[in-house]
């Protein structure tokens, strides 16, 4: 399975941006997705996660009330809505596919991350 973020980009605090990720190859069977962030000098962390018909969702305490995460109507790209944006959002981010829960290794594959920053 190949994964394909993009999205990224330079937004002002209080903007808005949407995140996309693609998958492709062997991506038959349900599986869940999520997204993860690594800002400078910290670790990899949790930001959201959906389950494969899109009824379940996990946020991070950080970002719930601001951002959402959806899946398309192909079930195969994941989508994160990111409003009210912070500086402290600023970060790489990366989606993951198959897998479910807050802990990157709980996952399988991995994009190659698309940078969000964010400007005071």
């Known amino acids: 399975v190949q994964l394909q973020a993009s999205g990224g980009g330079l937004v002002q605090a209080g903007g808005s941006l949407r995140l996309s990720c693609a998958a492709s190859g062997r991506t038959h069977g349900n599986y869940g997705m999520g997204w993860f962030r690594q800002a400078p000098g910290k670790d990899r962390e949790f930001v959201a996660a959906?389950?494969?018909?899109?009824?379940?969702?996990l946020y991070a305490d950080s970002v719930k009330g601001r951002f959402t995460i959806s899946r398309g109507n192909a079930k195969n790209t994941v989508y994160l809505q990111m409003n009210s944006l912070k500086t402290e959002d600023t970060a790489v981010y990366y989606c993951?596919?198959?897998?479910?829960?807050?802990?990157?290794?709980?996952?399988?594959?991995w994009g190659q991350g698309t940078l969000v920053t964010v400007s005071s």
């Open positions: 993951a596919a198959r897998g479910w829960g807050i802990t990157s290794r709980e996952y399988d594959y």
């Open positions: 959906i389950d494969w018909s899109g009824d379940s969702s």
